[in-house]
């Protein structure tokens, strides 16, 4: 479709779209509030009670990601030696993607060093972010990637072997590595400092600026 055929676009930088009406966001456009987050934040307070967090994101299986089972005990074991062994507990938060199968592996994996929510729960998901001190992401989801930048935590992606050419996540993933927002887990566990990734607001602005003019 000809962009001429529209006043404004919106689309991710790893897109590649590009021209004059189009405006390009720094990761995915997300619903996701820094309010609403530290609204929810009592959510979870009484299932997990340390100074160290780290929220696990799981997304699932697409076209790109099988998620099977050897990879994501290989994600588990890392988590394990980098954070659990130094005292974390953990929150895992499967997301609508995410199959029984791998929500009842990581319950096995977890559910004696923190706790693992056992549905979609969009009130546990934003607790998390609020109660976590490090956030670990799964590969197969730049949105919720992205949702999880407004936190302003550091956050590790937790790679796996793609299926086919991944060449618009790997931009994504250079991206945010290069802003400062993630690192690849199995990095030195550290805590880092960047500007929370609010993109809707900022293009939000502008976009209204325009209806204005």
């Given at each position: 479709?000809?962009?001429?055929?529209?006043?404004?676009?919106?689309?991710?930088?790893?897109?590649?779209?590009?021209?004059?009406?189009?405006?390009?966001?720094?990761?995915?456009?997300?619903?996701?509030?820094?309010?609403?987050?530290?609204?929810?934040?009592?959510?979870?307070?009484d299932k997990v009670k340390s100074?160290?967090?780290?929220?696990?994101?799981?997304?699932?299986?697409?076209?790109?990601?099988?998620?099977?089972?050897?990879?994501?005990?290989?994600?588990?074991?890392?988590?394990?030696?980098?954070?659990?062994?130094?005292?974390?507990?953990?929150?895992?938060?499967?997301?609508?993607?995410?199959?029984?199968?791998?929500?009842?592996?990581?319950?096995?994996?977890?559910?004696?060093?923190?706790?693992?929510?056992?549905?979609?729960?969009?009130?546990?998901?934003?607790?998390?972010?609020?109660?976590?001190?490090?956030?670990?992401?799964?590969?197969?989801?730049?949105?919720?990637?992205?949702?999880?930048?407004?936190?302003?935590?550091?956050?590790?992606?937790?790679?796996?072997?793609?299926?086919?050419?991944?060449?618009?996540?790997?931009?994504?993933?250079?991206?945010?590595?290069?802003?400062?927002?993630?690192?690849?887990?199995?990095?030195?566990?550290?805590?880092?400092?960047?500007?929370?990734i609010n993109e809707a607001e900022?293009?939000?602005?502008?976009?209204?600026?325009?209806?204005?003019?």
């Open positions: 479709v000809n962009f001429k055929n529209f006043d404004v676009i919106v689309a991710p930088e790893h897109d590649n779209l590009n021209g004059d009406n189009v405006f390009s966001s720094k990761g995915a456009i997300h619903y996701i509030t820094e309010s609403e987050i530290n609204k929810a934040k009592p959510y979870l307070m100074q160290k967090i780290v929220a696990l994101i799981l997304g699932g299986p697409n076209k790109y990601y099988s998620f099977d089972k050897d990879q994501l005990i290989k994600i588990f074991n890392v988590i394990k030696s980098n954070f659990i062994s130094k005292d974390y507990k953990t929150i895992v938060i499967p997301s609508i993607r995410t199959p029984k199968m791998i929500i009842d592996l990581a319950a096995k994996e977890f559910s004696e060093c923190g706790y693992v929510v056992r549905g979609v729960d969009k009130q546990a998901y934003l607790s998390s972010l609020s109660l976590a001190t490090n956030i670990v992401v799964t590969c197969d989801s730049t949105s919720m990637i992205s949702e999880a930048a407004i936190s302003g935590k550091p956050i590790f992606i937790a790679h796996m072997k793609a299926k086919r050419n991944n060449y618009r996540f790997k931009k994504f993933f250079k991206l945010f590595k290069e802003m400062g927002v993630t690192k690849d887990l199995g990095e030195k566990v550290e805590s880092w400092k960047y500007s929370k900022r293009i939000a602005t502008i976009i209204s600026s325009k209806i204005k003019n």
